[in-house]
């Protein structure tokens, strides 16, 4: 038995009589009155006042003897503005909230009632009566009482149950995830913070959360007072705009002016004050305010949105979306409380429809950063490795001469050893130093000096071949490698050198020097390691400074193979102003 719908025609009568209750009471003069239903002309209770419906049904199955196994008949009432009390067969089955002396205000609960069967008469006649406390005049005024929502079926007490329990289940599920939605994203923005939407779109998504649960039938397993569940209801509805600005401002990237931070402030305090200040009044004689004073956030966000959908906000596109939507189910229920339009409340999908616009426009967002940020990171990887190479680069070339240093000579010597031991090719190595250069630096300064090294370098490079590899030693001391070079050549070139050098016009700051060098030279022998062959070329270089200086010396014999005749003292380098 999947129950009977007994929505529809019902008697109703203002006042209290407790024979109402009673099967054999003649309510043939009562108004008619179609349950559930909002706001009819004289269809519910009056401000403190109790007012009965009546509804006599023909069971199909007519004595409870002729019932199922297990069967047991019950009552699913619908939503009920105010408490009230339900009757089947003159006997009270239950209710929602207390009536007076003890009234208290309750709605929003679907309940189901079980009727005993000693409730159906005979010939299958049932008696259901509803008694229906008006409220206090803010319930009444504002919102109407009686049987509002919802649908009143009689049927298998089980099934009822379940049936209840099942259609409330979605709802419950798509709070139950819009508040772990939420929290994952506030989580997203600790790890993050960068992502400051992602905060505000995890608050949105806990506040809708909240909401969505406060309306769900399930929300009664916890056991809080309806008053509690109405204040959290309502702390959810006010805040919410406050949470809307903050994300939908970050999102599209704007600054909140103050005064708009004042207007948002005021929603914070609709929230508290919905909590804090006592009893119920708060809450119904705020809420029509509430819903006009929400209308210039819809006309800011609106305007916003489609300022930065001009200026090509990409985010601006998808919100405009979902506020679009959520402005029309606010109209929509603004509509409902304000000329009692007897239309269905749209704003939860209203809610939803926000934050799925919202989401999505995240998402987008995100993906835009990933990519720019893949970018961003290939672009530093290539400048890096750029830079990596100038590092290396400069870590072998010494930064006054732009030769090679110590270090890039060694490289690049040991290489040139791997080649001629390959290619059983020889090769000469010169150390060549500069001849008395304190004194230089001494009387012209270190400047000076410094410009004679580099003049020096560039007057080697123009010496030597391309396959010569020069190098700084250090100090004023360079050194050279010639490769596929024997003695009689290694001969030519260094006497060459020494001679260029001696008559080079070096010259700094309007001065023109002469300078003259000692060469050592060595040639390399094989299997001798590059070490070895340096300290060969040292030893002969030295040799020659012992001899004089101004000479080229080779290691084998140590002796001048050629030096300048009479070995002049070169000391002091001639200067004269030019
Ligand atoms: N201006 C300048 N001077 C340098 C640089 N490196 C070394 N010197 C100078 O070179 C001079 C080398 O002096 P010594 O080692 O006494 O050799 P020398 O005066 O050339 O004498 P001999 O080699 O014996 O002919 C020192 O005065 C160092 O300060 C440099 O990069 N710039």
């Known amino acids: 038995m999947r129950g009977v719908s007994v929505s529809g025609m019902w008697k109703f009568q203002p006042g209290d009589n407790a024979e109402w209750a009673l099967p054999r009471f003649d309510d043939t003069s009562w108004v008619d009155r179609r349950l559930p239903g909002r706001w009819p002309e004289g269809g519910y209770p009056e401000t403190n006042q109790l007012a009965w419906y ?13 019932w199922p196994a297990q069967f047991q008949l019950a009552l699913k009432t619908g939503k009920v503005m105010s408490a009230f009390e339900v009757y089947a067969g003159g006997k009270l089955i239950g209710g929602v909230g207390a009536l007076p002396p003890l009234a208290e205000l309750n709605y929003d609960r679907v309940r189901v009632l079980a009727v005993p069967s000693s409730a159906v008469a005979t010939d299958g006649t049932l008696v259901l009566a509803l ?21 009143f079926i009689l049927g298998n007490n089980a099934d009822l149950l379940l049936s209840t329990a099942r259609s409330e289940l979605p709802g419950l ?29 995890g608050l949105l998504a806990i506040n809708i959360g909240i909401y969505g649960i406060t309306l769900n039938q399930w929300k009664y397993a916890i056991d809080f007072s309806f008053l509690v569940w109405k204040k959290i209801e309502f702390a959810a509805i006010y805040i919410f705009p406050a949470v809307v600005i903050q994300m939908l401002w970050t999102l599209l990237d704007t600054q909140i002016r103050q005064w708009l931070r004042i207007y948002q402030a005021t929603f914070v305090v609709l929230s508290l004050a919905a909590i804090l200040i006592p009893g119920m009044a708060v809450l119904w004689s705020t809420l029509p305010y509430f819903q006009l004073w929400s209308l210039p956030l819809l006309i800011l966000g609106s305007v916003l949105l489609i300022k930065r959908f001009r200026d090509g906000h990409p985010e601006a596109r998808t919100s405009i979306l979902g506020v679009m939507i959520f402005a029309m189910t606010c109209v929509n229920d603004l509509l409902i409380d304000l000329a009692q339009t007897d239309t269905m409340r749209l704003m939860p999908f209203g809610f939803v429809a926000i934050f799925a616009a919202m989401a999505v426009s995240l998402a987008n967002r995100f993906t835009a950063n990933v990519s720019r940020l893949e970018d961003e990171v290939a672009e530093r990887t290539r400048a890096l490795s750029v830079a ?21 000579f060694t490289e690049e010597g040991l290489s040139e050893i791997q080649r001629v031991f390959r290619g059983r090719r020889e090769f000469a190595l010169m150390l060549l130093d500069i001849d008395d250069f304190k004194r230089v630096n001494d009387r012209f300064g270190h400047a000076c000096g410094d410009a004679i090294l580099q003049q020096l370098a560039g007057c080697l490079r123009g010496a030597l071949r391309e396959v010569d590899v020069i190098g700084r030693w250090g100090g004023e001391e360079f050194i050279i490698l010639l490769p596929q070079t024997n003695e009689r050549g290694a001969s030519t070139v260094a006497a060459n050198l020494r001679s260029t050098i001696a008559g080079y016009g070096f010259a700094h700051d309007g001065v023109s020097l002469s300078i003259t060098a000692t060469i050592g030279v060595s040639l390399h022998r094989k299997g001798e390691s590059l070490d070895a062959c340096m300290a060969a070329a ?36 001639s200067g004269d102003a030019s």
């Open 131 to 151: 008694r229906v406390w008006g409220g206090d005049a803010g319930i009444t005024d504002a919102w109407g009482s009686g049987p509002y929502y919802g649908d």
């Open 173 to 201: 599920l798509a709070s139950l995830l819009f508040i772990g939605f939420g929290i994952y994203h506030t989580y997203l923005y600790r790890r993050n913070r960068q992502f400051r939407s992602y905060l505000w779109l």
């Open 54 to 66: 009546r509804l006599t049904v023909k069971l199909d199955v007519p004595t409870p003897q002729d």
């Open 538 to 573: 040292d030893r002969a270089m030295y040799a020659g400074k012992a001899q004089g200086r101004d000479q080229v010396v080779f290691s084998d014999s140590a002796a001048a193979v050629e030096s300048v005749a009479g070995a002049r003292e070169v000391t002091p380098p």
């Open 388 to 408: 990596n190479k100038r590092l290396q680069e400069m870590a072998r070339i010494d930064p006054l001469t732009k030769l090679l240093n110590r270090r890039g």
